[in-house]
């Protein structure tokens, strides 16, 4: 196993322009697999019995310009296309997007705000200080096994001004500039296709089923001009289409509001067996194309029944048949035990990069533009960069600990000494590995 991470991480040597970069690379994401407390870079030096001298050459590393993250990110891309084929539905790459709040108490770290969590968990608070990701992640394995692997991880809320400094472009919705959590997630999206050159469908939540989001999609094309995204979300419970759209006049005729339909149209859903988490189940939908105010454009809505809960599905590939939508969207939770491993297990949140050239965070977030000197704005631009290289470097490590799962399983069941009381499965979690 040794072995294949050797192989994994020499793939990324490429991407340093200094060979102790790229050392101290190879010992951060080496040290997420090892250490055994999440207390930040400190617990890399601890895992490793490093001299503390070595404490600040690793925050360096983190800021330092010999190396950049986009290189980095599509050099793991390419990784994981070589190791671990990415799974398909009906030709088409599985990708799975989502956010996740880290609170962060830091005054002086940059990207901080107020940040709302709805939940119906009593012990998360509705209003937290922290940082807001984007993860974008690709389904693999088979139907034995199937993971979320993380492809990249950008914080995503408030932090206009820091992108700016970073020299990232804003993202773009039919030629106009728009920034939302909706509009980043979806221009993430259309790099990672954009580097696995291969028709994909985003899968995504209910707040991410707004109008820029299929625009965006729309707008992700190959160098033929062929659409390479197309997008799964669950509707909103309001959620209305249309039965006809005039284009010369730009009116829509034929109100239908979805959430009616399973009352109205009760007698019209088909009854089918799908396999979601695993388990095989009955269930009944309804299919409606339907044009979407929004976009101007048809949607595929399914409609499923499952026992007395109902759900809305909705689908910007008319070729997709329902069974095919509803086993998508069930893969949307795969996300949520990535989540849960880069939290508990890899401690990928648990980073404490400040700036002392940056304001102290108060009732707001703290105006950077009132800020014009060049070399403070440089110093926060990298204490930024630093916190998503941090995030990044410990989904590549978990990515990795997923590949050797789905590639190694009996070598790591006959290496592994720990005791367990039931051995549930042939494919071992990312912890056992």
Known sequence: MIETIERILSGF???????????????????FLIRWDTHGVSSLVRAFLLEPTCYPSLLHFF???SWELDSIVAAWIGCVKEHCAPACIQGFVVLIGDGVKAGKEARKMPGVKRLHQPSENVGKAPYIRGHHFGVLSVLVGSAGRSLALPLKAEVHEGVQRLRALLGRKPPQVAGETKVTIATLMLALAQGVVSQLGKKSVLVLDAYFAVGSTFTMARECLD??????????????QNAVGYRSY???????????????????RADDFIPTEVTTYGVKKSVSYLCLDLFW???????RFVLVRDGDDTCIFSCSNLDFSPETIILAYSYRFKIELTFKWLKQLLGAFCYRFWSSSLPKLTTSAPNLARITDEKQLESIAKTFRAIEA????????LGILQILSLTRPGAIWTKYTGWMRTQSAAFPSEEVV
């Not at 105010?293 to 949607?299: H, S, V």
């Open 293 to 299: 105010k929004p976009i101007g454009e048809r949607l």
């Open 63 to 65: 800021r330092a310009s």
């Open 223 to 236: 160098e033929r001009g062929e659409r390479l995204l197309h997008v799964i979300t669950r509707a909103k």
């Open 390 to 397: 941090y995030v990044t470097l410990a989904c590549i490590a």
């Open 246 to 264: 005039a284009n010369d006049t730009g009116t829509f005729d034929g109100r239908v509001k979805l959430c009616e339909q399973f009352e109205t």
């Open 13 to 31: 040597r490429p991407c340093f322009r200094r060979k102790a970069a790229f050392r101290w690379f190879v010992v951060v994401v080496f040290g």
